[in-house]
């Protein structure tokens, strides 16, 4: 099976989460795939950061919807790092994405860079809201999405296959057996979260997840040896 490791925000355990550097390491570091999350700026740039606002990981306060491009470059992201745009982390690196939205403004302003730059084979999308996965898979058509969900049932292999995403990115903690087995049922692939430790990283080979997202670059080293 070929277990895929997926960089959480980069490897924000030991890098700034969501900054260039982060990317770039997760990438030097050999994992997979590259997770990250969008929101639109004040003046619609699409911008990197998980929160809704600035405060948590950055030198700023407010709202990322209330502050233009300009002001949000101007606050440090994290050892001088400064919070990028879509554009730039397709630039840094090479490897491939997986862009997690928020709503559906993102979608549709993360729909035009896929048409304009050609990504659907680079770029996934994620998301925990149904609505924002069909709004991407309207405006493009061949697009590869994915569901997350932190607190869920067995109903979630219905929500995704009711959305039409073939993956499930899925909280380890909560991650049972029975879903598993429904999930691939469904022909879905499946993918745990956030994969920290040697008994998490067990579980996931032992259910036998597609992949798994960490925080840590040492899970691409060990993976490979976890039975």
């Known amino acids: ?12 355990g030991v890098e700034p989460e969501n900054t260039l550097r982060s990317f770039i390491r997760a990438e ?6 590259i997770e990250l999350d969008l929101h639109l700026s004040k003046d619609g740039a699409l911008v990197v950061m998980h929160d809704t606002e600035v405060d948590r990981t950055t030198n700023g ?20 790092e400064r919070i990028p745009t879509f554009d730039e982390v397709l630039d840094a690196v090479r490897a ?4 997690e939205i928020k709503d559906i403004a993102a979608a549709r302003a993360l729909a035009e860079v896929m048409r304009e730059r050609d990504l659907v084979s680079r ?3 994620l998301s925990f809201h149904d609505e924002a996965l069909a709004e991407i898979s309207r405006l493009v058509p061949d697009v590869r999405t994915a569901l997350v969900a932190s607190r869920y049932g067995n109903e979630v292999v219905e929500r995704a296959t009711a959305v039409g995403a073939a993956t499930l990115v899925l909280n380890i903690r909560r991650l049972t057996l029975e879903t598993a087995e429904l999930a691939r ?5 499946m993918i745990g979260w956030v994969v920290n430790t040697q008994d998490q990283l067990r579980l996931a080979r032992a259910l036998e997840l597609d992949g798994a997202t960490t925080d840590y670059p040492e899970i691409k080293r060990t993976g490979r040896f976890t039975a």
């Open 28 to 33: 030097r570091a050999g994992l997979d795939l």
């Open 123 to 125: 770029v996934e999308v």
């Open 185 to 189: 049922k469904a022909d879905l692939r």
């Open 1 to 12: 099976m070929n277990f895929l490791t997926i960089g959480h925000r980069g490897v924000m």
């Open 96 to 99: 491939p994405l997986q862009a």
């Open 61 to 80: 306060s407010g709202p990322i919807a209330e502050k233009s491009l300009a002001e949000l470059r101007a606050l440090d992201a994290g050892r001088g």
